[in-house]
């Protein structure tokens, strides 16, 4: 059983920095490809950003692009999302996600693609 603990986040001022750490558990054996979505109140989750197993291939959402980093550290197995210039729409709980993969170069940028979950951090942003 694979399990996703994730840690980081908080509050922070528009304009600042956070960085999400998701480390993965269980059977880490397996090539995984892992994802960063996030949901606001009253919203749908949406996705936000996306990583290979092999970690060369990474997509953004336009919404973040340029702003935010995803990243992944095979000997920690771990997945961090390094999040820059913050607005105060960023504000979400974040999710991490992962799914068990058979090429390394795929990344999936849709929540259904994703067979477990991180707990979920909140990440606030003031104004």
């Known amino acids: 059983q694979v399990q996703l603990v994730q840690s980081g986040g908080g509050l922070v001022q528009a304009g600042g920095s956070l960085r999400l750490s998701c480390a993965t558990s269980?059977?880490?054996?397996?090539?995984?490809?892992m994802g960063w979505f996030r949901q606001a109140p009253g919203k749908e989750r949406e996705f936000v950003t996306a990583?290979?197993?092999?970690?060369?291939?990474?997509y953004y959402a336009d919404s973040v692009k340029g702003r935010f980093t995803i990243s992944r550290d095979h000997a920690k197995n771990t997945v961090y999302l390094q999040m820059n210039s913050l607005k105060p729409e960023d504000t979400a709980v974040y999710y991490c996600?992962?799914?068990?993969?058979?090429?390394?170069?795929?990344?999936?940028?849709?929540?259904?693609?994703?067979?477990?979950w991180g707990q979920g951090t909140q990440v606030t942003v003031s104004s």
């Open positions: 996600a992962s799914r068990t993969v058979y090429s390394g170069i795929t990344y999936y940028t849709t929540a259904g693609d994703y067979n477990y």
């Open positions: 269980g059977r880490t054996f397996s090539s995984y490809a």
């Open positions: 990583i290979s197993w092999s970690g060369g291939n990474t």
